[in-house]
């Protein structure tokens, strides 16, 4: 394991070889960011973002949290999404997890884990409503990859499902919302097809925007 001297040497090393590729680099981006992409990935750190999609600093907004989940009493991911959206103006987000995510296997093994259990129920009852599916699967390990993906269609559709996107589509603003899975085995990151871009592919009950104009 690298010791912390190594990292800021690390550091030292990176920071040269970008200004050798690009002498203004620092300089550019220390004055605006402009990213047209806001990832919402899982904290696991062998899915890091910007390496996957190979892209620099400066061309991805990122948040990050254990099994990529967008609750909408999270005011962290939320004021991400705000920000996001309303300042950014990013095109489009990304809701990327992964095969074999711990934090869907612990939600799933009956045992107490402390207070990560609280943050886990919204897993717990994504697998209650589709336990007829799920339980059609014999192999464990297909099963949680199955739940892992079933979680990113659920997260795009809870982050398409906030006032702030809905707000977004409503003043013109264009914004896509994707679901994607990565693995772990290959790096490989695969689209779902459940890509979202206007409030007519949302349900009526979810139509937020519509409920404030009547209102
Ligand atoms: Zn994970």
Known sequence: ??????????????????????????ERLSKTQ??????????????????????????????????????????????????AVEVLK??????????????????????HHGLIDNWLYNIKNLYYRNKYRM??????????NFLCELNVMQQVKNVAHTHVVQRAWERGQPLNIHGWIYSLRDGLAKDLGVSIQSPEELADEFRVVNGLKDG
Do not use: Q
């Open 1 to 26: 394991m690298a010791k912390l001297y190594e990292l800021l040497a690390n550091n030292v090393a990176w920071a040269d070889r970008v200004k050798a590729d690009d002498p203004h680099f620092f």
């Open 135 to 144: 339980d059609s699967i014999d192999s464990e390990d297909e099963r949680l």
């Open 90 to 111: 990013v095109k489009h987000v990304l809701v990327v997890g992964h095969y074999g995510c711990g934090g869907i296997r612990a939600a799933l093994d009956g045992t």
């Open 34 to 83: 402009a990213p047209e992409y806001l990832w919402i990935g899982c904290a696991d750190s062998r899915v890091p973002a910007n390496e996957i999609i190979g892209l620099l600093p400066g061309e991805v907004f990122v948040h990050r949290n254990i099994a990529n989940l967008v609750v909408h009493t999270d005011f962290n991911c939320m004021s991400v999404l705000e920000y």
